[in-house]
């Protein structure tokens, strides 16, 4: 079971190059399942026991289902669609002394930089393009071939690389893309994809890939290894048992926001109205009070889903000595004293308490306390949306690199929470 769940896992992180295509790639699973599409700018009506789902930006989605006897709280959990890459710049060709042609690219995210190196690379995200009566109209691109590589400097012209070096991220990593002949031919391969006029591209985000195909690999076939693990890895599971989940009491809601990796801080992160908007007019369209409204948020519960650092096996000792994480053993609850996580006593006992009745083994993350850690979206949620909330995530080794590695029976055990949670 395990395995197979790890190999759809891998077909939806593959089929999701981009927060666009992870998006889309959920609304067409949804749709599927028989949840209706809302417009933001439209009037909403909504149904007790009826399933429905809204986009943002086309790089957020919320999905939700109100049980049939109306909403006496929520339970939520939120994830995040983005993962750190590398962004493709305005006018992004460069030509080098009339031979190479390379793309202007910049950074998005926190990544580990010199493990984008000498691997295949393609270009993948959205265009806006503009129609022939001056409408504009959104497509996904991805140009599934490999199409650029950063490649290193070798070792003979840089005696002292492996002894430590700062890559200069207008220097050192811009992709090449071609020779002198592939000049002004970007803007064309990109049309060629989305099937419109380069001079009709209007504006884009576009976004550097890893090529390299996700793998279940090990001994005993023990890990899977996929680019954008974080967060896709949470969406995934929260997505699946969103759907198997019952929902009998609680008004459920699988959210997924974007920019997380560069701060939530958009109209379309875990900062902005996004999922306080939805909730308030899922409660206007039922009719309920103001008062009634602010009721059930006391009676919610929100998981915050994001990636875990596993204890690393050639580094054991950058992990706290008493909670350390490993890859296979259950999904991990994340602590930290300063709130960069809000796990709390209460939240934290929630959370437990629900994988202890489910069967579902938990683990303990807390950073050492001599080292900074990362934050995550839940605090940053409930500054929008005041919500009890734990923050949780699946164990990672390799985390912000374009080829993370994950144990194949930690999937199966967040699905399992989240259904247990959405009953």
């Given at each position: 079971?395990?395995?197979?769940?790890?190999?759809?896992?891998?077909?939806?992180?593959?089929?999701?190059?981009?927060?666009?295509?992870?998006?889309?790639?959920?609304?067409?699973?949804?749709?599927?399942?028989?949840?209706?599409?809302?417009?933001?700018?439209?009037?909403?009506?909504?149904?007790?026991?009826?399933?429905?789902?809204?986009?943002?930006?086309?790089?957020?989605?919320?999905?939700?289902?109100?049980?049939?006897?109306?909403?006496?709280?929520?339970?939520?959990?939120?994830?995040?669609?983005?993962?750190?890459?590398?962004?493709?710049?305005?006018?992004?060709?460069?030509?080098?002394?009339?031979?190479?042609?390379?793309?202007?690219?910049?950074?998005?995210?926190?990544?580990?930089?010199?493990?984008?190196?000498?691997?295949?690379?393609?270009?993948?995200?959205?265009?806006?393009?503009?129609?022939?009566?001056?409408?504009?109209?959104?497509?996904?691109?991805?140009?599934?071939?490999?199409?650029?590589?950063?490649?290193?400097?070798?070792?003979?012209?840089?005696?002292?690389?492996?002894?430590?070096?700062?890559?200069?991220?207008?220097?050192?990593?811009?992709?090449?893309?071609?020779?002198?002949?592939?000049?002004?031919?970007?803007?064309?391969?990109?049309?060629?994809?989305?099937?419109?006029?380069?001079?009709?591209?209007?504006?884009?985000?576009?976004?550097?890939?890893?090529?390299?195909?996700?793998?279940?690999?090990?001994?005993?076939?023990?890990?899977?290894?996929?680019?954008?693990?974080?967060?896709?890895?949470?969406?995934?599971?929260?997505?699946?048992?969103?759907?198997?989940?019952?929902?009998?009491?609680?008004?459920?809601?699988?959210?997924?926001?974007?920019?997380?990796?560069?701060?939530?801080?958009?109209?379309?992160?875990?900062?902005?109205?996004?999922?306080?908007?939805?909730?308030?007019?899922?409660?206007?369209?039922?009719?309920?009070?103001?008062?009634?409204?602010?009721?059930?948020?006391?009676?919610?519960?929100?998981?915050?889903?994001?990636?875990?650092?596993?204890?690393?096996?050639?580094?054991?000792?950058?992990?706290?000595?008493?909670?350390?994480?490993?890859l296979n053993e259950g999904i991990v609850i994340k602590y930290n004293g300063e709130q960069k996580y809000c796990s709390d006593a209460r939240s934290a006992a929630i959370f437990k308490n629900l994988c202890m009745e489910a069967g579902i083994p938990f683990q303990t993350f807390a950073n050492r306390s001599d080292a900074a850690?990362?934050?995550?979206?839940?605090?940053?949620?409930?500054?929008?949306?005041?919500?009890?909330?734990?923050?949780?995530?699946?164990?990672?080794?390799?985390?912000?690199?374009?080829?993370?590695?994950?144990?194949?029976?930690?999937?199966?055990?967040?699905?399992?929470?989240?259904?247990?949670?959405?009953?």
């Amino acid at each position: 079971m395990d395995t197979e769940i790890s190999k759809d896992l891998l077909t939806f992180l593959d089929s999701s190059p981009t927060a666009f295509h992870a998006v889309e790639n959920m609304a067409r699973t949804l749709t599927e399942q028989g949840f209706t599409r809302l417009d933001e700018g439209e009037k909403w009506t909504i149904l007790p026991g009826q399933g429905y789902f809204v986009t943002r930006n086309d790089s957020s989605l919320i999905a939700f289902q109100i049980p049939n006897q109306g909403i006496k709280g929520w339970r939520i959990m939120a994830s995040h669609s983005d993962s750190p890459a590398f962004k493709i710049k305005e006018h992004p060709e460069i030509t080098v002394e009339n031979h190479y042609v390379q793309l202007n690219v910049e950074k998005y995210g926190g990544l580990v930089v010199s493990s984008w190196l000498d691997r295949p690379l393609s270009v993948a995200g959205r265009i806006i393009v503009r129609n022939p009566n001056h409408t504009l109209t959104s497509k996904l691109v991805n140009i599934d071939r490999d199409l650029v590589l950063i490649p290193n400097l070798a070792i003979h012209v840089n005696r002292d690389i492996n002894k430590g070096y700062v890559y200069n991220p207008q220097i050192d990593l811009l992709p090449l893309f071609g020779m002198s002949d592939s000049k002004d031919s970007f803007w064309e391969i990109i049309a060629q994809s989305a099937d419109c006029n380069a001079e009709d591209i209007l504006g884009h985000d576009l976004f550097l890939y890893n090529r390299q195909k996700g793998a279940i690999w090990g001994g005993s076939g023990e890990f899977l290894s996929c680019g954008r693990l974080d967060d896709l890895h949470s969406a995934y599971g929260s997505l699946q048992g969103f759907l198997a989940g019952e929902k009998r009491e609680y008004a459920a809601i699988h959210c997924v926001f974007d920019n997380e990796e560069v701060g939530s801080y958009t109209k379309q992160g875990a900062a902005s109205t996004f999922l306080a908007d939805t909730m308030i007019r899922i409660s206007d369209a039922l009719s309920m009070s103001r008062e009634e409204y602010l009721i059930s948020l006391s009676n919610s519960f929100m998981v915050s889903a994001d990636s875990a650092h596993a204890v690393h096996p050639n580094h054991p000792a950058k992990s706290d000595p008493t909670n350390r994480p490993y890859l296979n053993e259950g999904i991990v609850i994340k602590y930290n004293g300063e709130q960069k996580y809000c796990s709390d006593a209460r939240s934290a006992a929630i959370f437990k308490n629900l994988c202890m009745e489910a069967g579902i083994p938990f683990q303990t993350f807390a950073n050492r306390s001599d080292a900074a850690g990362g934050a995550t979206l839940g605090n940053i949620s409930s500054t929008q949306v005041s919500i009890n909330t734990v923050d949780i995530g699946l164990p990672l080794l390799a985390m912000h690199t374009p080829y993370e590695t994950a144990g194949i029976k930690d999937t199966a055990y967040l699905i399992q929470a989240a259904k247990a949670m959405f009953a």
